[in-house]
């Protein structure tokens, strides 16, 4: 007699896991390999909704409900297992009564794949590339695991891929293994990482670069990492650089020369914040380095260190061409960039014209809140910096074009990149080299500099002989100022202008909003103020004890060595102290 298997131990006996479910995602049906997978018993499942065990897989199921089409092909990463499932609708009659789940484990699934003559194919394309490649390539998963390695990146860091695979990148580090490793750092970041790399095992220099891939929600899953021998390259610049000796000294000279005559070009720099910043300012300039990115609140001087980096770059005699991206209408802004050719618009010159950055060939182009471009000028600027050649409206052949760029901005680009409304390829290639300009507040030691230079200068203005007591600059240095040098430098001005009084002090006090009791030098002062300069002046105690001379005292406390004799001065701390 002739026996055949039943339904139920055809279901139980398939090789991959199947579960069913009804309209609202209830269990109806659990096959033996589903309970396997999952680690829950039949009985404790059925009738249960599928959200309450498998809550990636329940989001699927409750997609297929509601739109009636498959869901096919999902990668299904837990805590305990990875699955690919595949989702389909049970209709009846164009109505959706449940779905159909299917799971394989992923291991079965790939073994299954790599079995296809196609993916073997491919993959021997894969590795004739992923081996042929004159750069090093290292490839890390989600979880920082290395999962391969090609023959330059064992060649470079003097290791077998025998020695790394399947090892975690970041106890590869800890253990000596290798130097460093870009991938920990792009998979917290979840961006490209650029770091340039000595191997002290083979005595290579690199330019690494870490590339983060992402699945469908956003999760990084594998990390590319480039590596490029600079060895040769670092070598003919040190060629180089021996040649250039005498010419370093000349130019370090000329660098100090610059800090000297930084009044000459309006920029007050006392504070040790703004010298960093004016150091970086002149190397960038004197390299003619381009795509700099000034950030920093309104008022703190962008376009003035704008044309300081132009004054001491090899371009000062080329033209310094600026724009404020915010005040040009959006339909005239394409135009003022790039110029048009006649009849390329209503309204246009019959002659043409010109663009802006055109104007600046050989010089310097200054973008002054760039945040504020439209999104469709982004892109053409974002062409013209690539190719170095820009367009005219209605034109039809390229002009090439030779300018330092630089940009500014007091908004952060990169939330504006996150709000989807800056281009993150333009943020990139404008990011090349950032400077970041401190607020007033951030250094008030510049406050007294910056004080007195407007002071000299408004007075000189104005043809008059204003003054301004210590009191009034411990109130100035009090005060946040949040439209910083602006909000100080038009304070001032307004001050000689129109104060009847020679000593400013008391316009100063009713300006900032102080309230006196009396005369300004008996103001009461706020408990703020007095824990203030009570705290400064024990800091000052302190390392005046533990330090040998007031310029350590600076390097210990991170500010200048005239503030620290001023401040020494102010507090009357002596030997005897």
């Known amino acids: 007699m002739e026996v055949k298997p039943t339904l139920d ?52 199921v409750h997609k297929c409900l509601q739109t009636g089409k498959p869901q096919i092909g999902h990668h299904i990463r837990g805590n305990r297992i990875k ?57 890390v998963d ?34 000596g293994v290798i ?4 991938s920990p750092e792009v998979l917290v970041s979840k961006r490209q990482v650029n770091m340039l790399q000595y191997v002290e095992k083979t005595g290579k220099y690199m330019l690494s670069t870490g590339t983060p891939a992402f699945d469908e929600n956003g999760n990084v899953v594998l990390v590319v990492v480039n590596e490029r021998d600079m060895t040769r390259l670092n070598e003919l610049l040190e060629q180089l650089n021996q040649t250039r000796l005498v010419s370093d ?27 960093q910043v004016l150091r970086v300012a002149l190397k960038l300039a004197q390299m003619e380095a381009s795509n700099i990115l000034i950030q920093g609140e309104s008022g703190t001087g962008k376009g003035l260190l704008a044309k300081f980096i132009h004054r001491n770059s090899p371009r000062r005699k080329k033209p310094f061409i600026q724009i404020n991206c915010a005040t040009i209408p959006e339909n005239l802004l394409e135009a003022e960039l790039f110029g048009y050719e006649k009849g390329a618009f209503t309204g246009a010159h019959q002659k043409g014209k010109a663009g802006l950055l055109e104007l600046a060939h050989g010089g310097t182009f200054f973008l002054d809140e760039i945040g504020d471009i439209p999104y469709v000028v ?36 990169a939330t504006l990149v996150e709000e989807k409304k800056f281009r993150e390829d333009l943020f990139y290639r404008l990011n090349a080299f950032c400077i970041k300009i401190p607020s007033l507040r951030e250094r008030p030691d510049d406050t007294f500099d910056l004080a007195n230079y407007f002071l000299h200068k408004y007075n000189k203005s104005y043809k008059s002989d204003k003054q301004l007591s ?17 909000e100080l430098k038009n ?31 008996a103001a009461a002062p706020s408990k703020l103020t007095v824990k203030l300069k009570e705290t400064e002046s024990n800091m000052l105690k302190t390392a005046f004890m533990q330090c040998k001379s007031t310029r350590e005292i600076a390097r210990h406390l991170g500010i200048s060595q005239p503030s620290v004799v001023r401040k020494l001065k102010k507090y009357g701390i002596s030997q005897s102290d």
């Open 470 to 486: 210590y009191s009034a600059i411990e109130m100035l240095k009090a005060y946040p100022f949040p439209g910083n040098v602006r």
């Open 378 to 413: 982004q892109a053409k600027l974002l062409k013209c910096l690539e190719d170095q050649e820009i367009m005219h409206l209605g034109g039809l052949k390229p002009i090439q074009i030779n300018c330092m760029i630089i940009v500014a901005d007091n908004k952060d680009l």
């Open 83 to 139: 699955l690919v499932a595949n989702i389909t609708p049970v209709k009846e009659n164009g109505h959706v009564l449940g779905t159909v789940c299917c799971f394989e484990k992923m291991y079965k699934f790939e073994r299954s794949a790599r079995k296809l003559e196609s993916y073997q194919r491919l993959n021997k394309q894969f590795e004739t590339i992923f081996n042929s490649s004159s750069d090093g390539i290292w490839v």
């Open 249 to 275: 000294k000349y130019k370090d000279k000329l660098t100090e020369l610059g800090m000297l005559e930084l009044k000459k070009q309006d920029i007050i720099a006392e504070s040790e914040e703004m010298r």
């Open 142 to 175: 989600g979880t920082g695991k290395v999962i391969a390695v090609n023959q330059a990146a064992e060649k470079f860091s003097g290791i077998k891929a025998a020695e790394v695979i399947n090892k975690n990148v970041a106890k590869l580090v800890e253990s």
């Open 491 to 521: 304070l001032v001005k307004k001050a000689v202008v129109l104060s009847e009084d020679r000593n400013l002090d008391e316009f100063i006090q009713k300006s900032l909003g102080y309230e006196a009791s009396g005369e300004i030098h």
């Open 9 to 60: 131990q055809a279901f139980n006996a398939a090789s991959i896991g199947i579960i069913s479910t009804d309209q609202f995602g209830n269990i109806a049906a659990i096959n033996r390999q589903a309970s396997e997978i999952i680690g829950i018993k039949k009985q404790k499942i059925v009738g249960t909704n599928i959200s309450e065990h498998l809550k990636i897989t329940a989001h699927l």
């Open 179 to 182: 130097d460093q490793a870009l």
